[in-house]
C-alpha cells in the first residue's frame, strides 16, 4: 500500500507538468478527485488496510488530496491570466496600422437628377403633388382632351389592366403624371403653383432612348392673369440652373392635346455646342421637354371657367434631363445596376 500511494503521487505530478488548457485541467481534476478518481477510491478503500496502517494512510493520502486540489487552485488561475491576456491581445487595436476606408453609399444618378430639378422648383415657390400610378381613363386620356381615337389610347402605347372603374373602362399604368393635375385641380380651386415627378409607363421596345418605365416631372401653374410670358421666364430660369447659365434654349411650335398654343423647348447641344453631332442628328438642338398653356377644355372639364382663370404646364423626362446632364448616350445603362457605372456620379 505504501507504494501505492507513492506511484499514485508520481502519476500526480506527471499529470500536473502535461496540464495547458482549462479543458486539460478539468480532465485532470476528475480523474484524481472525481467521485470515482484515484485519490478518492485510495481514500474508500482504506477500511480494507491492516488497523495499524490506516492512520499512517490516511494521513498520507489526505495530505496528497490537499496538495493536488493546491495545484489545481494554482493552475486554475494561472490558466484564466493567461486565457485573458491572450483575449486582450486579440482583441487590442495596432494603432500603427494603415486606417480602412469605409465605403460609403450614394444616390442613384437618376435620383440626383430628379432631387435637384425637385429643389429648383421648390425654390420657385412650387409644391409637390403626387398621385397615384393605376389610373382611370378620364383622368389620363379624356379630362386632358384626348380624342378617343388618339393612338396613345391604343394597346401599343398604353398597359391597360384587366380591373373596371367605374364607367366600365379598364384601368391602365398612367403613361404620364398629368392625371395627378386633374387630380389637384378637381380638390382645390386656383391659384395652383405644383410639380408631379413620379413614375410613368410606356408599352414601346426599349433601346438607348426609350423605356417602359421612366420617369417625369410636370408643372402646373393656373390663376388669375397667367401668361406664356411666365412660362417661358420659369423654363429659362431652371434649364440655366440645371445646365449652366451660358446654356440657350429655344421654343418650337408644337401640338400637344392639353395645352394651346404648344411648344417644344430644346436646348443647345451641350456636346457639339450648336455645332451638329450624331447626338443632335446634326441640328444643333437637343429636344428637352413640352409645355404650353392649359386648354379650356382641360380646364372645363375640372370645373374651371378658362373665362376667369388661364394656366401653363410643363413636363420632362428626368432620364433624358440625365443622359444629357452626364453625357450618357444609352438610357438603358441607368437601369442595368452595373456598379461601375454607377460610382461615376
Known sequence: MPMNIKQLRNDVHSSIDKI????DLEQFRVTYLGKKGKITNSLRSIGAARKDERVQLGKELNALRSETEKKIEQLSRRISELTTADDQAAESVDVTLPGTMVSFGNDHPITKVFNEIIDIFIQLGFVIAEGPEIETDFNNFEALNFPPNHPARDTQDTFFLDVLDDTRKPFILRTHTSPVQIRLMQSMKPPIRAIMPGRVFRHEA????????????????????????????????????????????????TFFPFTEPSAQVDIQCIFCKGKGCAVCKKTGWIEMMGAGMVHPRVLKAVGY???????????????RIAMNKFHVNDMRLFFENDLRFLKQF
Open 305 to 319: 371657367d378658362p373665362e376667369k382663370v388661364t394656366g401653363y404646364a410643363f413636363g420632362m423626362g428626368v432620364e
Open 20 to 23: 495547458q488548457t482549462a479543458d
Open 206 to 253: 426599349l433601346d438607348a432612348s426609350h423605356s417602359m418605365v421612366f420617369h417625369q416631372v410636370e408643372g402646373l401653374v393656373v390663376g388669375d392673369n397667367i401668361t406664356f410670358a411666365d412660362l417661358k421666364a420659369v423654363l429659362v430660369h431652371f434649364v440655366r440652373r440645371m445646365y449652366g447659365p451660358d446654356v440657350s434654349l429655344q421654343f418650337r411650335p
